[in-house]
């Protein structure tokens, strides 16, 4: 089975990194540098992909973060549901999709389809991928934005979808959720459906993050901070 | 009737969607279905009817433009009557109101207005969120314009997570004359989508599902393989020439000159609005380990005996039982009908171990109609086919 890296030494160098098929929730509280946290782990390493859904930045804007920690931008797709709501004519590539806004989880669903579908047949990136298909990391930032548009029902069943998509496809599913906006119901019934949990917290000037869930890795808490799109570890 | 606008669906309800109908196209999540609902909608558009659509989801110059591009042509709101309540409305009416029942009063009161003033015939409905916002019957009421005394042809569009839970139910099967689930599945191909008419009130036809693929803006029938196999000299090289716009066949001289298939034959027809790839496999069982791999991801078979040739049966037989692991639909061609010694239909179903589910057809594999009613009936059998 293919194994994810992480960047995160207690991960990689107890279980090789994540498995294919895991869905990881990151539970983190607002300036707490989640969403740099979740790029590092979203970040394609040589062979893989990268889609975002993103509801808060822009494509280009997502790209520009992946191209700052170093990742190839032909390896990155993005799911954008900001840019169409103040430009309605842009186009999809085969790169870059758009969905008007999170309400729109038909759209999200078909794009985020088509997309897995180009990397498998080899239109994305325009390399050949081999025999087998390639491994896709997936993340959607936020959560937390969905949960504006659409009811938690509504959106765990769409979560149920995507978590067993990822695990058909033997991708990595990382989901970002603030902590401190969502009642404990909302969080638990989010939590069901992934397979570990990253919790972070901010102490002070320092954030740390553990890990729930992945057995042999220790759970405790660890300082952090995010630095060219590599999580570092402090002491 | 109203068309569909989709090639072959039409035809299957018998000739389109009778007007003042309700239709539900039901869209599994990530299935590449939209433009269901929007080929209808182009559809009713250029027969010169007034549409109203709700797209609470999206604003009017984003669907206009995404249509254009699923379509490739483009809906001007000047040329076509059309309106909209789009997801603008949708937030007026949110901030509005300050309950639900208030937001329904709203929704209700302007739809009933547009549909009055615009004289709408067709109502196209994005489903979800309203029923998300109302609940059930309290959204398809809203969605129906049943507040006025003129029938509007309904049809509707929605995010299906329940999946067939939520079709079975009975307000979904009280509610609409049509219902069409759109799905994928990954048998017996890797990956296809394809759609199932689940009901429809005014045929009696059973529940037919039917692979499709996007092809220029339209959504199109498609039966990526048909294999054709049988035992040695039955005709499966001829059947698939007979079959097929364009057909290939890798053969070579046998000992005594006759021709014989080494490889495959493979070919191509556009059939009933129907995309369908024939494949032959070689008849000779040297050939055995290749079948397997010929026979992989079909969604049916044609089983091709000589009807006058009592010493193929065994072979045949023998493919048949092959076959029947693969639980997809198959069809049995008796060949060479116009020849002397053939056998009867009873004889070929007992010495082959074919019961009476299966059809078996006498043909000429000469003749293009006896060749085509096969592919008919094979057609058929897949379109009923339970994936």
């Not at chain 2, 999946?163 to 004359?177: E, M, V, W």
Request: with cysteine; net charge negative; charged share 20%.
């Amino acid at each position: 089975m293919y194994s994810y890296k992480t960047g995160i030494s207690q991960i990689d160098h107890a279980t090789g990194g994540f498995d294919a098929g895991t869905n990881v929730l990151i539970l983190a509280p607002s300036l707490s540098y989640a969403e740099q946290f979740s790029y590092a782990i979203t970040r394609p390493l040589p062979g893989e992909y990268a889609i975002m859904l993103s509801t808060n930045e822009r494509a280009s804007e997502v790209i520009d973060q992946f191209k700052a920690s170093g990742a190839d931008k032909h390896f990155v797709g993005v799911i954008d549901a900001i840019t169409k709501s103040s430009t309605p004519a842009v186009s999809d590539t085969e790169r870059f999709m758009f969905v008007t806004n999170p309400t729109d989880l038909t759209g999200i669903g078909i794009k985020f389809s088509q997309m897995v579908e180009t990397i498998f047949d080899g239109t994305f990136s325009g390399k050949d991928n081999g025999l087998f298909p390639p491994p896709i990391r997936f993340c959607i930032n936020s959560v937390s934005t969905l949960l504006m548009y659409r009811k938690l029902e509504v959106l765990y069943q769409f979560l149920h979808v995507m978590t067993a998509k990822l695990k058909k496809i033997e991708g990595l599913g990382i989901y970002i959720l603030n902590s401190e906006s969502f009642d404990e119901k909302t969080v638990s019934l989010i939590k069901q459906l992934m397979t570990i949990v990253i919790e972070i917290k901010v102490d002070g000037a320092d954030n740390y993050f553990r890990i729930v869930g992945m057995r042999g890795v220790d759970a405790g808490w660890q300082k952090f901070t995010v630095n060219k799109g590599q999580v570092v570890q402090a002491s | 009737m109203i068309s569909t606008g989709m090639f072959g669906i039409d035809d299957m309800l018998g000739g389109g969607i009778p007007e003042g109908s309700r239709v539900l196209y039901s869209l599994e999540p990530g299935v590449d279905g939209q433009l269901f609902m929007i080929s209808t909608l182009f559809a009713a558009l250029e027969k010169g009817q007034a549409c109203l659509v709700i797209i609470p989801h999206t604003t009017v110059d984003a669907f206009l433009h995404d249509i254009g591009q699923l379509r490739g042509k483009t809906v001007n709101t000047l040329d076509h009557r059309i309106v909209f309540l789009d997801s603008v409305d949708r937030e007026r009416i949110q901030r509005r109101s300050g309950n639900n029942e208030a937001a329904e009063r709203e929704w209700k009161a302007r739809i009933d207005k547009l549909s009055a003033e615009n004289s709408i015939d067709v109502i196209f409905g994005y489903f979800d969120i309203i029923y998300e916002d109302f609940g059930l019957e309290k959204g398809l009421a809203l969605l129906s314009g049943n507040t006025s005394s003129h029938k509007y042809t309904i049809i509707i569009e929605h995010l299906n997570f329940e999946g067939d839970k939520f079709l079975a139910s009975q307000p979904i099967r009280k509610s609409f004359d049509l219902i069409l689930a759109i799905k994928s599945s990954f048998r017996p191909l890797p990956h296809f989508n394809y759609f199932t008419i689940q009901y429809a009130s005014w045929s009696s036809q059973l529940r037919r599902s039917v692979p499709f693929i996007v092809k220029n803006g339209n959504i199109v029938p498609y039966i990526p393989k048909i294999v054709v196999t049988g035992p040695p000299e039955s005709g499966k090289s001829r059947f698939v020439a007979s079959a097929t716009e364009l057909g290939i066949s890798i053969d070579r001289s046998g000992a005594e000159g006759e021709m014989t298939t080494v490889a495959m034959d493979f070919g191509w027809l556009h059939w009933q609005d129907f995309d369908i790839t024939l494949y032959g496999t070689p008849g000779q069982p040297r050939f055995d380990p290749m079948l397997p791999v010929i026979l992989n991801n079909a969604m049916g078979v044609v089983l091709l005996v000589d009807a006058t040739n009592r010493d193929q049966l065994a072979r045949a037989r023998h493919l048949y039982q092959i076959i029947t692991r693969m639980h997809v639909p198959v069809i049995i061609g008796a060949n060479k009908k116009d020849l002397p010694g053939r056998m009867s239909e009873d004889e070929i179903r007992r010495e082959i171990g074919v019961g009476k589910g299966v059809p078996v057809y006498l043909i000429s594999a000469l003749q293009k109609d006896d060749v085509r009613a096969v592919l008919e009936s094979l057609v058929d059998s897949i379109t009923r086919f339970i994936y």
